[in-house]
């Protein structure tokens, strides 16, 4: 699997006039090698020439046995280097003897390793690949859809007893806390982030955890995410602690509704803003448009947030084998907010969920 994807983005570089790439980030290595490495101050790089089979992981000495482990591809040559060397000179060593005039580095990249590469080749040009990179992992093959499901599974079990731990004193850093271990318990490798937001927090779509307590009558915005061998889902539920006021219903109707319009559009071939459009049109048509702040949901993978992006104005074509979210929301400032979150992948016939849990306010219902 792994010496098929490196030759298919050997021949997207060719195609691109690229000579050589330097592949920097956890997900696109992980993608490209099976080896998961976070390079921190320390480089981890690893290099593929457009005109040569042969291929470079270039780890500090402590990460060699791992990758050797993880990365067992034969025409990869691992290079290690002690912490008391300079990184840098394996890097421009590798590059210098094989003369590039065009290199493709992630936008990521830390600058002191391009400013190396430049300062030995001046004349050399720097193009980005982030994009060839995510053209081929944008649609996910059978091994990557078990892994979202199996992620997805995980993600279903902890958000539903976080549902059922919302009880009034208990505070959003309490839950919180629960939810990462109860996620790594039932099977989680990380838990990308656990917000829980009650009350006039809940109007805040990323904020994070505090001291505070639920109350009754707080509606409480449960975003969940968990990531499996790699792979990551993202769910949220919103649901109130106790009873619900008549404006409470009526939002969480209203974003219920406009999720399900924008789930009824998901299908191959509609553009990703339409289905934005779908989500943002009952909204509007209720008076609540400028309550909807952010885009209606983005791809998920290797990244948690990765393309296609949900989003307005964006033309790309949805195709089958695409996973992403669709979260549309309304914050209240100062009051409260509601986002229903569902991650779908793109089949031949419209999509499936891969999480799929009821949509209501009602603890009792979960």
Known sequence: MYEERINRFR???????????IVSSEPNMLYLTGYSGISLERLIAFLIFSHSK??????????RERAERSCNIGFVEIISYEDSEDPNRALTALIAKNGPDKIG???TIQFKYIY??????????IEPITNLLHSMRIVKDQIETNLLKKAAEINIEVLIDAIHNVVPSLSEKSLARHIRNRALDIGAD???????????????PHQEPTSKVIEDGDMVVLDIGVRYRGYHSDLTRTVVCGKLSPLQQKIFNLVSS???????????GIRAGDIDEAARSPIKGEGFGDFFIHRTGHGLGLE???????????SEKIREGMVFTVEPG?????KFGVRIEDNVMVTKDGFMNLAPLPKSPHIADY
């Open 11 to 21: 021949k997207l570089l060719a195609d691109a006039e690229i000579d050589v790439a």
């Open 54 to 63: 042969q291929s470079y992981l270039i780890v500090p000495k402590l990460e």
């Open 330 to 334: 309304i914050y209240l400032p100062e």
């Open 304 to 314: 948690v947030h990765e393309p296609p992006y949900i989003n307005r104005g964006n």
């Open 116 to 125: 190396a590469v430049n300062r030995l080749v001046p004349t050399v040009s």
């Open 258 to 268: 406009a999720q399900q319009n924008a789930l009824d559009k998901v299908r191959e």
């Open 105 to 107: 580095v992630e936008e």
């Open 190 to 204: 990380e838990v990308s982030f656990a917000l829980v937001q009650s009350g006039r927090n809940s109007s805040l």
